[in-house]
């Protein structure tokens, strides 16, 4: 929205600083930031007093976790209101892939809402089925996937891009938009796996969100993508505001999720977050280097299909509990200890993502 103030200058004056996307990124980040810190206390006295008992903890999961009974849910409402405001505040409303990213964060948000809200009236783990669920991420990511598919150049559209083999496309056709869904709902319900620990999801979101905002700025200048030897997607470097607005986001509600946490972002928040990484990944054509920066989460998902795959087989387990995170716990590793560790393997991962834009 702020870029409008462009037409009040000169060129030369305070008022061209609102075209650069690094100005308005920055400026989204302190406005997301301000935000959690505002908001966040309140809201989270409101979802108190509305929950009563907070979210319910499962009996069958780490007895560590039965001391964090009566902790509120729902502390996506902070991350997706500082996110939302703090995106249309600075980035341009005429860039269709901000928009598309935008809808598929709400929409997620949406399902995580219901799902955390009929955790919470019910008094059970089990909320919104999960047929439910995955039909109507499936139904949204589709609509995003066409949606990013009509605005990307028409040498990229239903293509595949390699990391790495900078030159190679896979054209998939038909099968590209499958290939999408799977990318943004398998992200979602990743990110939603992860969320297990006191700040486990939240900041390697925050370091992926940041990697493919920076990833989204160089493939959206054509200077860059020259030079790095990328495939060009123009419009996509105003992504850089949305994930810089995520990662102010996610500070601020990090400051309330850090342990003991004082509340949770449930559902709403871990669906919202991935849905949001796998637009990304999709907008920017960046879906397989996604698998990489957020290889954290791709690691608890497969460690639970594991999991399960191999109990119906067997009738015995591979992890002594999934998601991995919580095998770890009952091998008696500090919460602490855990998601410390595992950040540090984010940010590990999301330097080799980065690594891939130079590689020749």
Same mark, same amino acid.
């Given at each position: ?31 997301? !930031? ?12 409101? !979802? ?10 499962? %009996? ?33 409303? %005429? ?6 990213? !935008? ?8 399902? $995580? ?25 499936? @139904? ?28 190679? &496309?896979?054209?998939? $056709? ?25 700040? &486990? ?27 790095? %030897? ?35 972002? $449930? ?9 949001? &990484? ?75 993502? @980065? ?6």
């Amino acid at each position: 929205m702020l870029y409008w103030l462009t037409a009040l200058s000169d060129g030369g004056d305070f008022w061209n600083l609102f075209r650069y996307i690094t100005f308005r990124a920055g400026g989204a980040f302190l406005t997301a !930031l301000i935000f959690g810190f505002l908001f966040g206390k309140p809201l989270i006295n409101v !979802l108190r007093r509305k929950q009563g008992k907070g979210q319910p903890i499962r %009996d069958d999961g780490p007895e560590a976790h039965l001391s964090k009974a009566g902790t509120p849910t729902m502390g996506g409402l902070l991350i997706v209101g500082a996110l939302v405001t703090s995106t249309l505040v600075w980035a341009r409303w %005429d860039n269709p892939y901000v928009w598309m990213v !935008l809808f598929v964060t709400l929409s997620y948000a949406a399902i $995580g809402f219901a799902d955390d809200y009929a955790k919470v009236s019910k008094q059970n783990t089990k909320g919104v089925s999960s047929k439910m669920r995955l039909a109507l991420g499936v @139904l949204i990511a589709v609509l995003a996937s066409f949606w990013a598919g009509l605005h990307h150049p028409a040498d990229l559209q239903n293509q595949l891009a390699m990391p790495v083999f900078k030159d190679t &496309l896979i054209n998939l $056709g038909l099968f590209y938009i499958p290939f999408a869904v799977i990318v943004i709902v398998g992200a979602a319900n990743a990110v939603n796996l992860t969320d297990g620990l006191d700040g &486990l999801a939240i900041m390697p979101a925050m370091i992926a969100a940041s990697t493919l905002g920076v990833i989204a700025y160089a493939v959206g200048r054509v200077d860059f993508t020259e030079y790095l %030897d990328v495939h060009y997607v123009p419009g996509t470097g105003e992504i850089f505001i949305f994930t810089s607005a995520l990662f102010g986001a996610g500070l601020g509600f990090l400051w309330y999720n850090a342990p003991p946490a004082a509340v949770f972002m $449930g559902d709403t928040g871990s669906l919202a977050l991935g849905g949001a &990484l796998g637009a990304i990944a999709v907008a920017t054509k960046h879906e397989l280097v996604l698998a990489i920066v957020g290889g954290l989460f791709v690691v608890e998902a497969l460690s639970v299909i594991i999991q399960v795959l191999y109990y119906k087989r067997t009738g015995k387990r591979v992890f002594l509990m999934a998601p991995i995170h919580h095998h770890y716990e009952k091998k008696g590793w500090a919460e602490p200890t855990i998601v410390i560790r595992f950040w540090i393997i984010s940010l590990i991962l999301a330097m080799i993502g @980065l690594a891939t834009l130079k590689v020749r």
